[in-house]
Structure formats: C-alpha cells, structure tokens
C-alpha cells in the first residue's frame, strides 16, 4: 500500500513478498556496519522480521519502516525509511537506510522530509529522534541538513554500544 510518494520515490508500507529485498538490504555492508547483523540470513527469516517488526507497528502504532521505490529505475526497491518506537527511547525514531548503490544520491534527505511531514501531520508526533553510531558520518550529516541536533551519548540497547541521539521538535 503506498503511503507517500516524492519526486523521485515511491513510499510503500512493507508486505511479506518484499523479503528478498529486506534480505538484501539487511545484509549489505554499510547495514551491517552501522546498524548490526540481526541474523537474517534466509527469506524465511526475512518474512519473520517483517511480521514481527514492520506489520506488528503498522497495527500496534499506525507506522512503521517502509519500503523506497525508485521511480526512474521501474520503481526498484532501494531502501527503507520510516519510524519506529523503542521502548529504550522516549521519542519515536527515525530512520533510514539504502543498498550500496543508492546511498549518496539524496533519496534518504527526500524519503525522510516526506517521513517527517507524515509524523506532524498524520501521526501528530510533536517531537522525533533519531540514534547513529559515532563513526556513521553520513547519517549524521543527514540528520543535521534535516534539522535534528545532537543531544548526548547514550547506550540504550543490552550490547551497551554507545549511540549519538539526535532530535528535532516538528
């Protein structure tokens, strides 16, 4: 179901038959690097994170991580964009992530703008966060051009790595 769309994007919600991308996804080097290996490592294993994760928001909060389509490329899967609520974080989070060949191109600045006019507008959050790892210099130098400052260092998460949060009142 699409949810949104930009100039360049097709915004869909993710659906079970969209796990050899979100396998793909979850394994290329920069997902890997930043964000974790989350042991997804077969397709059956990607439908289960989608139903446990992406479809269990869309019911639980009313969004979610959605799937990115590129429009000039036959509106190809390129990434993900979205918000999710963590029980560690008071905020709801925002976040993003691309296959190798689509980072660096600007889709994460235009899926994020239109992700945070649906946060406003539709979900009426009033404020958003957003957590990276320090050596992440490309996601935080999108989250300042989105207009998100730095607040502290924290360490939400069991592994006790220690995460940059961002946020931005809307």
């Known amino acids: 179901m699409i949810v949104a769309e930009t100039k360049r994007l097709k915004i869909f919600k993710f659906s079970i038959t969209d796990a050899p991308f979100f396998l793909e996804l979850v394994n290329s080097p920069n997902w890997i690097k ?28 009313g969004f979610g991580f959605y799937k990115l389509l590129l429009k000039e490329e036959n509106n190809k899967s390129i990434g993900t964009c979205g918000l999710i609520k963590r029980e560690e974080l008071d905020d709801v989070d925002i976040g993003f992530a691309f296959l190798p060949e689509y980072e660096g191109k600007g889709y994460g600045f235009e899926a994020s703008v239109e992700i945070m006019k649906l946060a406003k507008n539709q979900f009426n959050l009033k404020r958003l966060a957003a957590i990276t790892t320090p050596e992440n210099k490309n996601s935080i130098k999108l989250l300042e051009k989105l207009g998100f400052n730095f607040e502290k260092r924290i360490k939400p998460f069991e592994d006790g790595e220690e995460l940059l949060l961002f946020a931005k009142n809307l």
């Open 34 to 61: 930043y964000i974790g290996d989350r042991n997804t490592k077969t397709i059956k294993d990607a439908e289960e994170r989608i139903t446990k994760g992406h479809l269990k928001n869309y019911k639980e909060f």
